[in-house]
């Protein structure tokens, strides 16, 4: 597989859009933040500069490809009591951190879900599914033929770049941190109401009750982890809340809402809290990154600018020099009659190209 330097190619202007990268990366610190926090809380609770203390630690060496550590995340469906029996475990966010360890920048690539891909089982045949039933997929006789490691593989030959970490994040990590600290302060900037609301477990149910109805107030409020949920979740908001940007911009609030909590003054010198963040953490993110890694990614952290993280969407909708590479086919018979995108070009050599100017170009 191919990973070349391509600091030569030019960039296209890229319009930054609104979504889950930014925040997602902005979470993923903030957890890993809390993560080494734990770690020297005694120190933390008699000094009040934590920068300072992890500073005075040696970290772990990151990995890193020309000058880049990727780290792929994962939203996933899963729920902390467990999937049902021989039903896949959906990975419906799926995002690649490229973070340069000499430029101190980041580059979030979003991989849409519905991505039609082929890849190898466990057992060397080759199949076909969308990208985030590869995670944790079940076929024939229950039989499990997924894994990070095929997911790894899979997103190494769409976009052309190695992995060298990863973490999968279920929603009970979104809705304990929030609990854990007390609820977070949001901004509502207008009054709300979706009556669409799903409501878990409830899928297969009569139709009256597979929905809740969810309303918000316009002005400031404190929210609690399952309110936050509903917050940044709601999909079908009256009052021009029910578009994608809408809600990204949602969750960029609750999000940035949860990094701040956490990560105050009021949460670091309090050992319990910090227990509770770490144990959220161990429990519910399934990860290669240990705690050498996590001392590494806490300092980088602190030199990054996130006002200034380029994101990069792989889409069927927008101009190609904005990542419109891919296409929905009107025939699905193909494909089990389910909505996939493929590549326009019939393989990933141009989406290879586009996200190498995004690595190496000038931002």
Do not use: C
């Not at 469906?77 to 799926?94: F, H, Q, S, V, Y």
């Not at 979030?108 to 879900?113: D, G, K």
């Not at 309090?270 to 144990?279: A, F, G, R, V």
């Not at 990054?304 to 086919?329: C, H, M, N």
């Amino acid at each position: 597989m191919r990973y070349t330097d391509a600091k030569n190619l030019k960039l296209n202007n890229h319009k930054k859009r609104p979504g889950n990268t930014k925040l997602i990366a902005v979470f993923t610190f903030a957890i890993l933040s809390a993560a080494v926090l734990f770690i020297f809380r005694d120190r933390i609770k008699t000094a009040f500069n934590p920068i300072s203390i992890i500073g005075k630690v040696v970290a772990a060496e990151l990995h890193t490809t020309d000058g880049r550590t990727n780290i792929l995340l994962l939203g996933s469906d899963m729920r902390k009591e467990g999937a049902e029996i021989n039903k896949p475990t959906l990975t419906d966010t799926i995002l690649v951190a490229s973070i340069g360890s000499l430029d101190k920048d980041v580059v979030l690539i979003s991989v849409p879900r519905d991505l039609w891909i082929k890849w190898k089982t466990d057992n060397g045949e080759e199949t076909f599914s969308k990208i985030n039933a590869v995670y944790d997929y079940t076929t024939y006789h229950g039989e499990k033929i997924g894994g990070i490691d095929n997911l790894i593989q899979v997103i190494n030959e769409t976009l052309d770049i190695p992995i060298h970490y990863y973490g999968v994040v279920t929603f009970n990590v979104f809705k304990e941190f929030v609990d854990i600290v007390d609820g977070i302060d949001i901004d509502v900037e207008k009054s709300f109401t979706d009556y669409y609301y799903p409501v878990e477990g409830k899928e297969n149910a009569p139709l009256e009750e597979r929905y809740e109805v969810v309303s918000f107030e316009k002005g400031t409020q404190t929210m609690n982890g399952d309110r936050a949920l509903k917050f940044a979740r709601s999909r079908k908001g009256d009052n021009g809340e029910g578009s994608d940007f809408a809600r990204s911009k949602r969750q960029q609030k609750v999000i940035m809402a949860i990094k701040d909590k956490a990560l105050s003054i009021k949460t670091l010198i309090n050992p319990i809290k910090l227990k509770e963040l770490y144990d959220t953490y161990s429990d519910n993110v399934d990860t290669n990154i240990d705690f050498g890694v996590i001392q590494s990614f806490y300092l980088l952290s602190q030199q990054i600018d996130f006002d200034k993280v380029v994101s990069v969407v792989l889409d069927d909708r927008s101009q190609a020099i904005e990542g419109g590479l891919l296409y929905a086919p009107e025939d699905t018979t193909l494909y089990g009659d389910q909505y996939v995108l493929i590549p326009q070009t019939g393989d990933f050599s141009q989406i290879h190209a586009y996200v190498k100017k995004y690595l190496f170009g000038d931002k």
